[in-house]
C-alpha cells in the first residue's frame, strides 16, 4: 500500500499537468459550444415559457440572420490573413442607396438590390486593390474607406429615406417562403452554405486557406496571392451589402448609419468561431457558432429586462473574451 | 594601455564548450584577444565561429568554460555583463534604426545627460561626435540613417561601439556590402582604433583581407580551434588548408550522369545581373544532370534562384527554357512557365503548417483535381489519390495524409514540398539548401528523389552551402563568389577540397598560386 501511495504520489505531478492540458484544448475547442449550450439550458430553466417558444426562437434566428450574412463575409478577410473594418459602413451606405435607388432613381427593386449587392461587392474590390497594390494596411485603409462612405451616405441623403419604399421590399424581410421561416434565415442559410462551399471545395477556397496560412509559402506555390484577396475583400463587401439591404428592408426605410453597429458584432461573432471546433483559424460555421451565442446572449438579456446598456458591456466583452479566446487556442495549437 | 592589475593577455577564453542538440558547435576553444590588435577569425559556414561570438555577446550560454576580461570572469548569459566588460559586436544586419538620425543611433541604450528628465541631446552629443571624430565622420550627425551608404553605417556602428568605451569590437563580414575603396577605408580605421589600444576581432570569409589586415588569425573547424597564426606564418593556401582540414575525403565513387552537351540545353541563363548581388551570371543546364550551385553563404546563389523563380525581376539578362526566352513578372507566372522553388526558409516560405500533409502536396495542383473540368470544385476523391500516391511514392512518414504537416518531421516536411511540385508540370525544379536541417538518412532519400527526377527529364538546379552534399548530389557544380561563377567542377573533380577552394579563390588566382 505504502509503496503504491508512493508511486501514485511521484506521478501525480506529470499527469496532472497532461490532464489540465488535455483540458484545455479540449476546452478551446469545445468551450463556445458549452457556453452555447449552457446559455441556452439556463435561460430555459429561468422563462420557460419565454425563452423556450417557437416565436422567440425564431426570433432569435432573424436577429442572428443579419449578423451571420455580415460576418461570413468578415471572415473571408479574417482567412487570408487580412482585416475589414468597413464593413458596418458599408451595410449602412448600402442599406441607404438600396432605397434611394427605388425612391428617387425609381428601380425597379430587383435592380435596386442587384445594383446594391454589386456596389458593396465594389467598395470591398477596391478595398482588395487599397490593400494588396498600393499596399496600405487593412486597417487604416477599410477604416479610411468606411468613413469616407459614411460622408458620402449623408452627402446622398442627409435624412432617412422613408417614403416611396415598395410594400414588395419590405415583404423580403418580413415574409415566410418556406417553412414558415423568416426569409432573412432562408438567405442567411443560403449565404452560409455557398460560402462554406467556396471555401472548403474550390480551387479558390484552398487558395485562400494557403495565402492565410503562409503567404510567402502561397505565393511560392504559384498561387497569384493579390487576386485571392481582393476577391475575399469583394465577398466581404458583397456579405455587407446583403445585411445593409435586408436591414433596409426589415426596417422599411434606408437610415443613415443603421448597420454601423454590426462591425463589433461581426468581429465577436468570427472571432468566437475561430476559437471553436478548431485551433484559431477562421471558419464558416465557427463563425455561425459565434453569431448565435450573441444572439442568445442578447435575447436572454432582453427577456430577463436587463438595461439596454447592458448590451455594449456583453458585446464588448465577448469580443475580448472571444480574441482572447482564439489567441490561446493559437497559441495551444503551435506548441502542440 | 592595458590595466597593471591583470597578467597576460586582456581577455582569455578557456575550453568555451557549446553543443545545439547534441552536436558540438564549440569545442574547447581557447582563444586569447589582446588590446591593440586585429584578431582575425575564419572558418566554413558552421564552423563555430558565431557560436563563439555570440557566447562572447552573451546571447548564448557556454556549456562549459570560462571567460575572463582584464583578469575578471565574464558572467556567461549576460548581454549586458558583456557590454560592462567593454565589448561591443557589429553584426551584418548592422541593429540600426532608419529613421533615427546617427547621432540618436549611436546614443541609442548609452546613458544620456538629461535635464528635468528630458535629454539634453546638446549635452548627449559631445561623447558622440568625439566618437564620430575618432572614426573619421564627416557627414553630419543629424543625417538620418536611411540616407547613409552601408560605409557610413559602419562608422556609425563603430561610433556607438566606442561612446560605450569599448575595449573590443567584434566585427562580422564588416565587407560583405561594402565596395573596394569602402573597405579600404574602413581597414584604415581599424589600424587606427587598433594602434589606439581598441582589441577588434574581425570575422570574415574573404581570406585575402583576412591576411592583409589581421595581426593573428584563429581558425575554426567543426567547433575545434584548428589553427592559429601570426602574421606572415600564413598564407592563403595554408589557410585553406587549416580551414577544410586534411582529412580530405576520397571523391565519390558514385557514378555521376555525364553531361550531354550536345543535346539542347532545358534551361539557360544568360548574363543574369542584380543590384550588386548577382553580377552578370551564365550557364545552361542539361537534360538528365543535378546541377549543382556552391559557394560561401553571401555568394549570390539564393539570389540567383530568386530571379529564376520570378520572386524578383533581374536587371540585367534573361533565361531561356526549353529554347523559349523567359519574361517572368512574378512567382504565379514563374509556376505557370514550368519553374519552381523549393526555397531554403522550410517554415517560413514552404509549408503552410497548420494545414494538412494533403493540402500542401496539393495546392500547386489544384486545377488538375477538379471534379468537372471548367468548373472550379475539387475532386475530394482525386485529391486524396494524388497526395496518397506522392506521399507513397516519395516515401513521406505520415500517419495518413490528413495529418497537419507541422507534425512531420522536417525531412518529411521537405520531401512534402518535392512532392508538391511532381505533377505540377514542373520544367525547372530549385532547390534551395534541401536538406538543411534534415537527418542523413532523409537526406540520402530526398537526393535519391531529386536525382530520379533529374533522370526523368526535370531540370534541377540544386543550391548548397554544405560542401559534403555537393559531393554526394551534383552531376556538376557552378561555384559561385561575389555573385560570379569562379569555376565549373566535374565528375571526379567534385571534392569538398576544389568547391571550398573555388569559394575563396577565383580561378585566375588559384591558376597564379598554382604557377
Known amino acids: ?54 416565436a422567440n426562437f425564431l426570433n432569435i434566428l432573424s436577429q442572428a440572420s443579419l449578423t451571420a450574412i455580415i460576418a461570413s463575409g468578415l471572415t473571408y478577410t479574417l482567412v487570408v490573413g487580412e482585416f475589414d473594418l468597413s464593413i458596418g459602413y458599408v451595410a449602412s451606405f448600402v442599406g441607404l442607396i438600396v432605397t434611394g435607388l427605388m425612391a ?39 477604416l479610411g474607406i468606411g468613413t469616407m462612405l459614411t460622408g458620402i451616405g449623408f452627402t446622398y441623403s442627409s435624412f432617412p429615406i422613408a417614403t416611396g419604399i415598395p410594400r414588395a421590399f419590405t ?30 471545395k474550390t480551387d479558390i477556397g484552398q487558395k485562400m486557406q ?18 485571392i ?45 475561430s476559437a471553436t471546433l478548431r485551433e484559431g483559424e477562421f471558419h464558416i460555421s465557427g463563425t455561425l457558432i459565434g453569431v448565435l451565442i450573441l444572439a442568445v446572449g442578447f435575447n436572454g438579456l432582453s427577456i430577463f429586462g436587463a438595461p439596454t446598456h447592458f448590451q455594449p458591456i456583453f458585446k464588448g466583452g465577448i469580443l475580448v473574451l472571444a480574441v482572447g479566446m482564439s489567441a490561446l487556442a493559437r497559441r495551444y495549437a503551435a506548441s502542440a | 594601455m592595458a590595466p597593471a ?36 577569425l575564419v572558418g566554413a559556414n558552421g564552423a563555430g565561429k558565431s557560436t563563439l561570438i555570440r557566447c562572447l555577446a552573451g546571447v548564448t550560454v557556454a556549456d562549459q568554460g570560462s571567460v575572463t576580461v582584464a583578469g575578471e570572469d565574464l558572467q556567461k548569459g549576460s548581454p549586458q555583463a558583456s557590454e560592462q566588460a567593454g565589448l561591443a559586436f557589429i553584426h551584418q544586419e548592422l541593429n540600426l534604426i532608419p529613421h533615427f538620425n546617427a ?34 565622420i564627416r557627414f553630419p550627425l543629424e543625417t538620418k540613417v536611411s540616407e547613409l551608404s552601408m560605409a557610413q553605417r559602419w562608422l556609425v556602428m563603430i561610433s556607438k561601439a566606442l561612446v560605450r568605451d569599448a575595449s573590443m569590437i567584434a566585427m562580422d563580414e564588416p565587407t560583405a556590402s561594402l565596395s573596394g575603396p569602402e573597405s579600404e577605408q574602413l581597414f584604415a580605421i581599424i589600424r587606427d582604433l587598433s594602434a589606439q589600444g581598441v582589441a577588434i576581432l574581425y570575422v570574415s570569409h574573404r581570406l585575402e583581407e583576412v591576411l592583409q589586415l589581421c595581426d593573428r588569425i584563429t581558425v575554426l573547424r567543426d567547433g575545434r580551434i584548428v589553427d592559429a597564426a601570426e602574421r606572415g606564418a600564413l598564407n592563403k593556401k595554408g589557410l585553406v588548408r587549416a580551414i577544410i582540414g586534411h582529412d580530405i575525403r576520397p571523391p565519390d565513387e558514385r557514378a555521376r550522369f555525364a553531361t550531354d552537351r550536345a543535346r539542347q540545353p532545358i534551361f539557360r541563363v544568360r548574363e543574369i545581373a542584380w543590384k550588386s548581388a548577382v553580377k552578370g551570371v551564365s550557364f545552361d543546364l542539361y537534360k538528365g544532370e543535378v546541377l549543382a550551385l556552391g559557394g560561401l553563404v553571401g555568394a549570390g546563389r539564393t539570389e540567383l534562384a530568386h530571379l529564376v523563380a520570378g520572386v524578383a525581376r533581374p536587371d540585367a539578362g534573361h533565361f531561356e527554357l526549353d529554347g523559349k526566352r523567359l519574361d517572368i513578372a512574378n512567382e504565379a507566372e514563374a509556376v505557370r512557365a514550368g519553374i519552381a522553388l523549393v526555397p531554403e526558409e522550410r517554415r517560413s516560405q514552404g509549408v503552410m503548417l497548420q494545414q494538412s500533409v494533403g493540402f500542401n502536396i496539393n495546392i500547386s495542383t489544384l486545377k488538375k483535381l477538379r471534379a468537372i473540368p471548367g468548373l472550379p470544385f475539387v475532386s475530394g476523391r482525386k485529391a486524396r489519390r494524388q497526395a496518397e500516391g506522392l506521399v507513397a511514392q516519395l516515401g513521406i512518414k505520415t500517419p495518413g495524409i490528413e495529418t497537419k504537416i507541422g507534425g512531420l518531421s522536417g525531412g518529411n516536411q521537405q520531401k512534402a514540398l518535392i512532392a508538391r511540385w511532381l505533377n505540377a508540370g514542373t520544367r525547372l525544379l530549385i532547390l534551395d539548401e534541401p536538406s538543411r536541417g534534415v537527418d542523413v538518412g532523409a537526406r540520402e532519400e530526398i537526393h535519391d528523389a531529386i536525382r530520379a527526377l533529374a533522370r526523368s527529364g526535370v531540370g534541377i538546379l540544386a543550391i548548397s552551402s554544405d560542401v559534403e552534399e555537393l559531393t554526394l548530389l551534383a552531376d556538376r557544380v557552378l561555384v559561385m563568389r561575389e555573385g560570379r561563377i569562379t569555376g565549373e567542377l566535374t565528375g571526379s573533380d567534385i571534392t569538398e577540397a576544389r568547391i571550398i577552394e573555388l569559394s575563396y579563390h577565383d580561378t585566375n588566382d588559384a591558376e597564379g598560386e598554382i604557377a
Not at chain 1, 247 to 267: I, M, N, P, Q, R
Request: hydrophobic share 55%.
Open chain 1, 171 to 200: 415583404d423580403i424581410s418580413l415574409g415566410r417562403l418556406v417553412f414558415g421561416l423568416p426569409n432573412p434565415v432562408i438567405i442567411m442559410v443560403i449565404v452560409l452554405i455557398a460560402l462554406w462551399v467556396i471555401l472548403n
Open chain 2, 103 to 136: 547621432l540618436q543611433n549611436i546614443l541609442l541604450g548609452a546613458p544620456k545627460v538629461t535635464r528635468l528628465g528630458m535629454i539634453d541631446w546638446q549635452r548627449s552629443g559631445v561623447a558622440a561626435r568625439a566618437a564620430a571624430e575618432r572614426v573619421g
Open chain 1, 1 to 54: 500500500m505504502m509503496a503504491q501511495a508512493g508511486t501514485a504520489a511521484k506521478d501525480a505531478p506529470l499527469r496532472k499537468s497532461s490532464w489540465k492540458r488535455t483540458a484545455l484544448i479540449w476546452l478551446s475547442r469545445y468551450g463556445t459550444i458549452v457556453g452555447l449550450l449552457l446559455m441556452v439550458v439556463f435561460f430555459s430553466a429561468n422563462a420557460p415559457g419565454i425563452f423556450l417558444s417557437r
Open chain 1, 229 to 273: 484577396k481582393i476577391f475575399a475583400f469583394a465577398t466581404a463587401g458583397f456579405c455587407a451589402a446583403l445585411t445593409g439591404t435586408l436591414l433596409s428592408s426589415l426596417l422599411g426605410s434606408g437610415t443613415l448609419a443603421a448597420a454601423d453597429g454590426y462591425l463589433l458584432d461581426a468581429f465577436a461573432a468570427v472571432f468566437l468561431g
Open chain 1, 104 to 142: 428617387y432613381q425609381g428601380f425597379p427593386i430587383w435592380l435596386s438590390i442587384v445594383c446594391a449587392l454589386l456596389l458593396g461587392a465594389a467598395i470591398g474590390a477596391f478595398n482588395g486593390v487599397l490593400v494588396t497594390k498600393v499596399r496600405i494596411n487593412a486597417v487604416i485603409s477599410t
Open chain 1, 210 to 227: 494557403a495565402v492565410g496560412g503562409n503567404l510567402e509559402a502561397a505565393r511560392l506555390s504559384g498561387i497569384r496571392v493579390d487576386r
Open chain 2, 5 to 40: 592589475a591583470s597578467v597576460g593577455p586582456w581577455m582569455q577564453i578557456r575550453g568555451l564548450t557549446k553543443s545545439f542538440a547534441g552536436e558540438l558547435a564549440l569545442d574547447h576553444a581557447d582563444l586569447d584577444i589582446e588590446r591593440g590588435k586585429v584578431h582575425g
